[in-house]
């Protein structure tokens, strides 16, 4: 299968590279270099540097980001929240959020100013009126945009087929199937 890596023209062997997942999205998203789109991005694919590079093509990204990742604020890495609160550091146009929902969880943007103010309507556990909560500014347009790929990891996870084989095309195969019929 491809996994994004060049290959040496020579050997034909694949050439490892440091910064393999911001070279691929890079490169997927070189048509929307200058058109001031924003790209929600999955924490596997998230760096600052990465956020760095497509603002300079003047497309903007909101995602989460793991607190490992690099750029991300180390006082940001240690802070303790309680549930319901979260935490912003701003490093030039890019902000991070640390937000403790159900469990931890930090957000990268440049495209939603931190001034701007969001709350969404939730139940607490056993309650039976909602409240508002606020939340980072980057929380509800990225459950909007990013619903889908996670919905069909869910449904792919409880109906999919996905039994063990020694033909690992068949496997590969299956997962594409699987992906066809959820759409």
């Known amino acids: 299968m491809y996994e994004g890596k060049k290959t040496d023209p020579d050997s034909g062997k694949r050439i490892s590279e440091k910064g393999l997942m911001k070279r691929v999205v890079m490169d997927l ?3 929307f270099r200058d058109l ?7 924490n596997a694919f998230t760096s ?15 995602g989460t980001i793991k607190r490992c990742a690099a750029g991300f604020p180390e006082d940001l890495r240690k802070v303790q929240l309680t549930k319901g609160s979260y935490e912003a550091k701003c490093v030039g146009k890019t902000c991070y959020y640390t937000f403790h ?5 930090s957000f ?14 939730r139940l607490p556990p056993g309650g039976r009126v909602l409240r508002r909560q606020k939340v980072p500014p980057v929380l509800p347009a990225y459950n909007k945009f990013m ?4 919905v069909l990891s869910q449904c ?15 496997r590969t195969f299956m997962t594409f199937f699987d992906y066809a019929v959820n759409n």
Do not use: C, Q
């Open 29 to 31: 998203l070189e048509p």
């Open 36 to 42: 001031n789109h924003v790209v929600y991005l999955d």
């Open 48 to 62: 600052g540097p990465l956020v760095d590079a497509l603002a300079a093509r003047e497309i903007y990204l909101a």
């Open 101 to 105: 929902d159900r469990k931890v969880v």
């Open 108 to 121: 990268v943007t440049n495209a939603f100013p931190p001034e701007m103010k969001a709350k969404v309507d």
């Open 147 to 150: 619903g889908a790929v996670d």
């Open 156 to 170: 792919r996870k409880t109906y999919g087929f996905d039994r063990k084989s020694r033909r690992y095309w068949f």
